[in-house]
């Protein structure tokens, strides 16, 4: 495991409660938060566009409920969530303003939401490559974005979130960043 993956690691071994997670895609943290779902501390929700994986996932994992949607078309009576996780997917997003947005509306206050990463080296398209990429039928792993946490922190500011955690990415740790925030209280004006 990279230094990104020990403290996301870490990170999720604390969770409990209602866990939403956006483009839970192949489900790479699934196995962890297994162990939280059979000991009864998490309800896990987890939300991609791929009605394939998700019925891979949902027959390893029957602890969870799997919906099939964009992290930017969240269906309505999902309820709100004591965590809001987006692990390795803020770059496939095709609209994170719009995710984080819905994101916060779904998380209560005081709850957290964790976004971590990679920025993908090297990742240079010319115009012609990107449409052909972005409409293929493999674009539900498209990067739509090289994000990092500086970039990514600056798609939150205004929002009723604290910063609680930051891991940027450095010539001494993977090219995995993390960003956790905890939802604020709303304030009546």
Not at 78 to 84: C, Q
Not at 135 to 152: G, T, V, W
Request: hydrophobic share 40%.
């Amino acid at each position: 495991f990279s230094h990104g993956d020990h403290v996301v690691l870490d990170l999720l071994a604390g969770l409990s409660g209602r866990v939403l997670d956006l483009g839970c895609g192949q489900g790479p943290y699934l196995r962890m938060l297994a162990k939280h779902a059979d000991a009864g501390t998490i309800e896990y929700v987890g939300v991609d566009p791929d009605a394939s994986s998700l019925s891979t996932l949902g027959s390893r994992y029957p602890f969870a409920r799997f919906v099939v949607a964009s992290a930017e078309e969240l269906p309505a009576g999902l309820g709100t969530f004591d965590h809001v996780l987006a692990l390795r997917s803020v770059n496939h997003f095709k609209d994170p303003a719009r995710v984080f947005d819905a994101a916060i509306a779904r998380l209560r206050p005081g709850g957290t939401l964790l976004l971590v990463d990679n920025v993908a080296f090297g990742l240079v398209r010319n115009r012609e490559h990107a449409a052909r990429a972005e409409s293929s039928s493999a674009n539900r792993l498209e990067h739509y974005r090289n994000d990092d946490a500086e970039k990514c922190a600056r798609r939150i500011e205004g929002k009723p979130m604290k910063l609680i955690l930051r891991h940027d990415i450095s010539p001494l740790t993977s090219n995995q960043w993390v960003l956790r925030y905890e939802r604020l209280e709303q304030v009546s004006p």
